[in-house]
């Protein structure tokens, strides 16, 4: 099987790559073009997958990038979007041009090449904040569920690509909509050099432990919170992508 994995040089889909490499398919990474030709993560791949995969740079917001990345592909693996919120706070159309349209180029490539497997990666927050939500989502056994209050610019494009999402599936797209929890794991952020302003409450909690600080709770502690290790979360998605 040939597969186009876009925002294959992300955390998540980094190590998606890897796993669909060791597994033995055919990966294309699409990842965001720029001029010092970096691959993120990929840049730093594992040993045993290194240059066994085909790199596309391009954009994601680019329709025609899409169609040219998705060519002689039976399957695509959607997990490109912009998910900083600080950053979302100054630069929102962004987010829109990322993960709503650029969500549709992707939709659109598929059907008009009749790609037989689609599977785009979302996000709890299209749920709202847990604390309001009329249900628990992550007990949730329910298709779509209740959309609560977004959070801020990122909750609220990602509620509305799901929405795009199952209108192509009513026009006959077949897909699989992942809703992950907050991703942690190895790489993801230094606790030994944390960055100003990290938003990763797990990384800032074990940087407070190897530095021998306290770690600061806030609001009483009461919050919840569910998490996804990185391992689990591709095991699962290899799962959905072994189930037909």
Known sequence: ????????????????????????????????????????????CAPDVKGKFEVFPGDIRDP??????????????????????????HSPDTYIDTNIKGTLNVLQAARD???????????????????????????STMVYGPINKPRWIYACSKQLMDRVIWGY??????????????????????IYTPKEGSSRVVTQFLGHIVRGESINVV????????????????????????NE
Not at 8 to 14: D, K, V
Not at 172 to 186: A, D, H, K, Q, V
Not at 223 to 235: E, N
């Open 113 to 139: 090449f009749n790609i037989s497997k689609v599977l785009v990666t979302s996000t709890s927050e299209v749920y709202g904040m847990c604390e309001d939500a009329e249900f628990d989502p992550a007990q």
């Open 1 to 44: 099987m040939n597969i186009l994995v876009t925002g294959g040089a992300g955390f998540i889909g980094s190590h998606l790559v890897e796993e669909l490499v060791r597994q033995g398919f055919s990966v294309r990474a699409f990842v965001m073009y720029n001029s010092f030709n970096s691959w993120g993560w990929l840049d730093h």
């Open 219 to 242: 609001d009483g502690g009461a919050q919840k919170r569910a998490f996804t290790y990185i391992d689990d979360g591709i095991d699962a998605l290899m799962r959905i992508i072994a």
């Open 64 to 89: 025609h990038g899409v169609k040219v990345a998705m060519q002689g592909c039976d399957s695509v693996l959607h997990l490109a979007a912009l998910i900083a919120i600080p950053y979302s706070y």
């Open 169 to 190: 599936g009513m026009e006959g797209l077949r897909f699989t909509l992942f809703r992950p929890f907050n991703w942690i794991g190895p790489g993801l952020d230094s």
